[in-house]
C-alpha cells in the first residue's frame, strides 16, 4: 500500500513534483501534481504515466455517512493535443454508484485510464460532460524557477477525534472563491513541502472541523526552512519543536501578549462578564428582542424551514443592529465592564504595535494586520493611529506584499464607504473578460451596485427584489451593475439565468480584484451599494423599498 501523501492546489499554487523513472517502462510519476481543483472532495495526490497506461492515485473526502459518486464515462482531455483518453477502470473505488463514506470521512483508490500522448504536459479530467474535476492536472514534471525557495511542515494533529486533512491557504482567502490547498493526514501525522518566491502568510485549519463549520484559524507563517510542530486541540496556537524564524517570531508576539493581558487580570473581567445573564448584560428593549428571537428559533427548530419565520428572525437582527449602533444594546453595569477591557486591550495593543514598529517583520505586520481589521470592525478611533503606524514603519518594506495590499484595501474601505462619502473607483471584468471600469458604467445616474454570488442565497433573493425597481426606474437615469464573485465564470452564467437578472453583469473571478474587500464587506455573503449622480453613497445595504423610495423622491417626477 503506497503512504497516501497527495496535494492539490488552485492555479496561483504550485507544489511539489518529484519524477521517478523505472528502467522497463520508463514510467514518469508526478507527485503533488499542480492543477486547478474544481471541487472540494476529492484530491489527485499522484499521477503515473508510461506508453500502456496512467495512473491517478486519488483521495475521496465527505462526511461520514454522507455518499460521494464519480462516473466510469469520466476522460481526460490533453491540454497540448486536445486528445481524449477514456478511464479504464478504478480500483478501490465503485464507479457509478453512490459510496458512502466510512467513519473516518475519507477514501483512498486508483483510477486507470488509457496512455496519454507524451506531447501532453498536462490534462483535464471531466467527470461527466459539463463537470470538470481539474483543470491543466500536471502529468509531467514541473520545473521550480531559481527565486523559488521550499518551507517544509510536518508535525502531528493532537486531538482524540479523527483528522485525516488539514486545509492550507491565504491568510484572505476565502474557500468559496478559490479552494484551499490540502495537506494528508494519516495516523495524526502529516508532511508537506510547499514551494513560493516570496515570504506568505497562511491559514491552517482542520478539514473535520470546517465540515462542521465551526473551526480554528491558526496562522502560519512561510518562508525557507523546516517547521516541525504539533497542531493542538481547541486552540488557534500550534506547538513549535523546530520552526523558522517567522514562526517563532509570531509565538513571542502571542505569548507577550498574553503575558500582558494576565498582568492586567483580564480573566477576571471576562469572568464576571461571563456570569452575567442575559437579564443583566441587555437594556430592556434588547432583552425584549432576545426573548423574541429566542422564541423564533424554538419555533423554527419545530416547524422547519419558513420564510415569515426567517423575515422575522432577520427583523429583529436589524432591530438589534439598530440598538447597538445606538449604543442601547447593553446595560449601564455590562457597559462599563466592556469600556474596562477595551481600555485595558487599548493599552496593551498600542504598546506592543509601538515595539513592533520597531522591526516592523510580517509576523508584526500581520498582527497589525488584525488590530486594523478589529478597529474597523467595531468602528474604534484606533483605526487612524494604527494606519498611520503602518504608513510610517511598515509600508516602505510591505506595501507591495499581497498583505500589505490587503491592509491597504480594507482601511481605506473602513474610512471611505460609509453613507455620504465618494464613491471609490473601481473596476471588474465583463463576462466575456474584457476590463471594465465600474464608475463608467454609473457615472451621472442613480446606481445600485449588487455584490452577489451564485453560491450566495440571500444575495440573489435581495437581487431578485431589485428587478422591478429596476424596470419602473431604468428609463428615469436609475441603473443596476451587477458584479459575482465566482470560482468560475460558468457559475455565474447559470445564476443569472435562472434569476433573470436584466442588468449589466461584471465578474471578480478569485477576488482578482478584490472587490469585496476594497467596499470593506470581507467574506460576507454581498452588499448592496446605492450611488447618487455625483458619485456620492446614498446608501448601504437597502431593500428594495428603500431604494424605490429614495429613487421615487428624486426621479418619480
Given at each position: 500500500?503506497?503512504?497516501?501523501?497527495?496535494f492539490?492546489?488552485?492555479?496561483?499554487?504550485?507544489?511539489?513534483?518529484?519524477?521517478?523513472?523505472?528502467?522497463?517502462?520508463?514510467?514518469?510519476?508526478?507527485?503533488?501534481?499542480d492543477?486547478?481543483?474544481?471541487?472540494?472532495?476529492i484530491?489527485?495526490?499522484?499521477?503515473?504515466t508510461?506508453?500502456?497506461?496512467?495512473?491517478?492515485?486519488v483521495?475521496?473526502?465527505?462526511?461520514?455517512?454522507?455518499?460521494?459518486?464519480?462516473?466510469?464515462?469520466g476522460?481526460?482531455?490533453?491540454?497540448?493535443?486536445?486528445?481524449?483518453?477514456?478511464?479504464?477502470?478504478?480500483?478501490?473505488?465503485?464507479?457509478?454508484?453512490?459510496v458512502?463514506?466510512?467513519?473516518?470521512?475519507?477514501?483512498?483508490?486508483?483510477?486507470?485510464?488509457?496512455?496519454?500522448?507524451?506531447?501532453?504536459?498536462?490534462?483535464?479530467?471531466?467527470?461527466?460532460?459539463?463537470?470538470?474535476?481539474?483543470?491543466?492536472?500536471?502529468?509531467?514534471?514541473?520545473?521550480?524557477?531559481?527565486?523559488m525557495?521550499?518551507?517544509?511542515?510536518?508535525?502531528?494533529v493532537?486531538?482524540?477525534?479523527?483528522?485525516?486533512?488539514?486545509?492550507?491557504?491565504?491568510f484572505?482567502?476565502?474557500?468559496?472563491?478559490?479552494?484551499?490547498?490540502?495537506?494528508?493526514v494519516?495516523?495524526?501525522?502529516?508532511?508537506?513541502?510547499?514551494?513560493?518566491?516570496?515570504?506568505?502568510?497562511?491559514?491552517?485549519?482542520k478539514w473535520?472541523?470546517?465540515?462542521?463549520?465551526?473551526?480554528?484559524?491558526?496562522?502560519?507563517?512561510?518562508?525557507?526552512g523546516?517547521?516541525?510542530?504539533?497542531?493542538?486541540?481547541?486552540?488557534?496556537?500550534?506547538?513549535?519543536?523546530?520552526?523558522?524564524?517567522?514562526?517563532?517570531?509570531?509565538?513571542?508576539?502571542r505569548?507577550?501578549?498574553?503575558?500582558?493581558?494576565?498582568?492586567?487580570?483580564?480573566?477576571?473581567?471576562?469572568?464576571?462578564?461571563?456570569?452575567?445573564?442575559?437579564?443583566?448584560?441587555?437594556?430592556?428593549?434588547?432583552f425584549?428582542?432576545?426573548?423574541?428571537?429566542?422564541?423564533?428559533?424554538?419555533?423554527?427548530?419545530?416547524?422547519?424551514?419558513?420564510?415569515?419565520?426567517?423575515?422575522?428572525?432577520?427583523?429583529?437582527?436589524?432591530?438589534?443592529?439598530?440598538?447597538k449602533?445606538?449604543?442601547?444594546?447593553?446595560?449601564?453595569?455590562?457597559?462599563?465592564?466592556?469600556?474596562n477591557?477595551?481600555?485595558?486591550?487599548?493599552?496593551?495593543?498600542?504598546?506592543?504595535?509601538?515595539?513592533?514598529?520597531?522591526?516592523?517583520?510580517?509576523?508584526?505586520?500581520y498582527?497589525?494586520?488584525?488590530?486594523?481589521?478589529?478597529?474597523?470592525?467595531?468602528?474604534?478611533?484606533?483605526?487612524?493611529?494604527?494606519y498611520?503606524?503602518?504608513q510610517?514603519?511598515?509600508?516602505?518594506?510591505?506595501?507591495?506584499?499581497?498583505?500589505?495590499?490587503?491592509?491597504e484595501?480594507?482601511?481605506?474601505?473602513?474610512?471611505?464607504?460609509?453613507?455620504?462619502?465618494?464613491?471609490?473607483?473601481?473596476?471588474?471584468?465583463?463576462?466575456?473578460?474584457?476590463?471594465?471600469?465600474?464608475?463608467?458604467?454609473?457615472?451621472?445616474?442613480?446606481?445600485?451596485?449588487?455584490?452577489?454570488?451564485?453560491w450566495?442565497?440571500?444575495?440573489?433573493?435581495?437581487?431578485?427584489?431589485?428587478?422591478?425597481?429596476?424596470?419602473?426606474?431604468?428609463?428615469?437615469?436609475?441603473?443596476?451593475?451587477?458584479?459575482?464573485?465566482?470560482?468560475?465564470?460558468?457559475?455565474?452564467?447559470e445564476?443569472?439565468?435562472?434569476?433573470?437578472?436584466?442588468?449589466m453583469?461584471l465578474?471578480?473571478?478569485?477576488?482578482?480584484?478584490?472587490?469585496?474587500?476594497?467596499?470593506?464587506?470581507?467574506n460576507?455573503?454581498?452588499?448592496?451599494?446605492l450611488v447618487?449622480?455625483?458619485?456620492?453613497?446614498?446608501?448601504?445595504?437597502p431593500?428594495?423599498?428603500?431604494v424605490?423610495?429614495?429613487?421615487?423622491?428624486?426621479?418619480?417626477?
Amino acid at each position: 500500500m503506497i503512504h497516501v501523501s497527495f496535494f492539490t492546489k488552485n492555479t496561483l499554487a504550485v507544489g511539489i513534483a518529484v519524477l521517478f523513472m523505472t528502467n522497463a517502462a520508463a514510467q514518469t510519476v508526478v507527485d503533488y501534481p499542480d492543477s486547478q481543483n474544481h471541487e472540494d472532495y476529492i484530491e489527485v495526490y499522484r499521477t503515473a504515466t508510461d506508453h500502456k497506461q496512467t495512473v491517478f492515485d486519488v483521495t475521496v473526502y465527505n462526511l461520514p455517512g454522507y455518499w460521494i459518486q464519480l462516473s466510469s464515462a469520466g476522460v481526460l482531455r490533453g491540454c497540448q493535443t486536445g486528445k481524449t483518453y477514456r478511464m479504464v477502470k478504478a480500483e478501490g473505488f465503485e464507479l457509478d454508484k453512490q459510496v458512502v463514506m466510512p467513519d473516518s470521512g475519507c477514501r483512498d483508490f486508483k483510477c486507470y485510464f488509457e496512455p496519454i500522448d507524451a506531447r501532453d504536459q498536462a490534462v483535464h479530467w471531466i467527470d461527466v460532460e459539463n463537470d470538470t474535476l481539474f483543470t491543466a492536472l500536471n502529468v509531467c514534471p514541473v520545473s521550480h524557477s531559481k527565486e523559488m525557495f521550499a518551507c517544509r511542515i510536518k508535525g502531528t494533529v493532537a486531538d482524540e477525534r479523527p483528522c485525516v486533512r488539514l486545509l492550507f491557504y491565504d491568510f484572505d482567502q476565502d474557500n468559496r472563491v478559490r479552494l484551499p490547498l490540502s495537506i494528508p493526514v494519516r495516523g495524526n501525522r502529516f508532511d508537506y513541502t510547499y514551494y513560493t518566491d516570496k515570504p506568505e502568510v497562511k491559514i491552517l485549519t482542520k478539514w473535520n472541523e470546517y465540515m462542521e463549520g465551526s473551526w480554528y484559524v491558526i496562522p502560519f507563517f512561510v518562508e525557507q526552512g523546516e517547521n516541525e510542530i504539533t497542531i493542538l486541540p481547541e486552540s488557534q496556537d500550534l506547538e513549535l519543536h523546530r520552526a523558522t524564524a517567522a514562526n517563532q517570531e509570531w509565538k513571542r508576539i502571542r505569548l507577550e501578549t498574553d503575558r500582558r493581558g494576565d498582568e492586567c487580570r483580564l480573566d477576571e473581567y471576562y469572568k464576571t462578564m461571563r456570569e452575567m445573564s442575559p437579564k443583566q448584560k441587555l437594556t430592556p428593549e434588547a432583552f425584549a428582542l432576545h426573548e423574541r428571537l429566542q422564541a423564533l428559533y424554538a419555533k423554527k427548530e419545530k416547524q422547519g424551514e419558513d420564510q415569515a419565520l426567517d423575515d422575522s428572525i432577520d427583523q429583529i437582527y436589524k432591530q438589534r443592529a439598530q440598538l447597538k449602533e445606538a449604543q442601547k444594546m447593553y446595560s449601564p453595569e455590562y457597559t462599563q465592564l466592556r469600556e474596562n477591557v477595551d481600555g485595558i486591550w487599548s493599552l496593551i495593543n498600542r504598546t506592543m504595535v509601538t515595539q513592533m514598529a520597531k522591526s516592523p517583520s510580517l509576523p508584526a505586520l500581520y498582527r497589525l494586520y488584525q488590530l486594523i481589521a478589529e478597529a474597523i470592525d467595531e468602528n474604534s478611533p484606533e483605526l487612524r493611529p494604527y494606519y498611520q503606524i503602518y504608513q510610517r514603519s511598515f509600508a516602505p518594506l510591505w506595501s507591495e506584499h499581497p498583505l500589505g495590499k490587503h491592509l491597504e484595501y480594507m482601511t481605506q474601505a473602513g474610512i471611505q464607504m460609509k453613507v455620504g462619502e465618494q464613491y471609490p473607483l473601481f473596476e471588474a471584468r465583463d463576462l466575456d473578460g474584457k476590463q471594465v471600469s465600474v464608475n463608467g458604467l454609473i457615472k451621472g445616474k442613480w446606481a445600485l451596485i449588487d455584490l452577489w454570488a451564485s453560491w450566495c442565497g440571500p444575495c440573489r433573493q435581495h437581487s431578485e427584489e431589485m428587478i422591478p425597481v429596476y424596470r419602473k426606474y431604468a428609463d428615469k437615469g436609475f441603473t443596476v451593475v451587477g458584479i459575482a464573485r465566482e470560482q468560475n465564470v460558468s457559475d455565474a452564467l447559470e445564476a443569472i439565468r435562472e434569476d433573470g437578472y436584466p442588468w449589466m453583469q461584471l465578474i471578480d473571478l478569485r477576488d482578482e480584484f478584490c472587490i469585496w474587500l476594497r467596499h470593506g464587506i470581507g467574506n460576507s455573503g454581498g452588499c448592496l451599494f446605492l450611488v447618487d449622480p455625483e458619485g456620492k453613497i446614498a446608501a448601504i445595504h437597502p431593500s428594495a423599498e428603500e431604494v424605490e423610495a429614495i429613487l421615487e423622491q428624486h426621479l418619480g417626477h
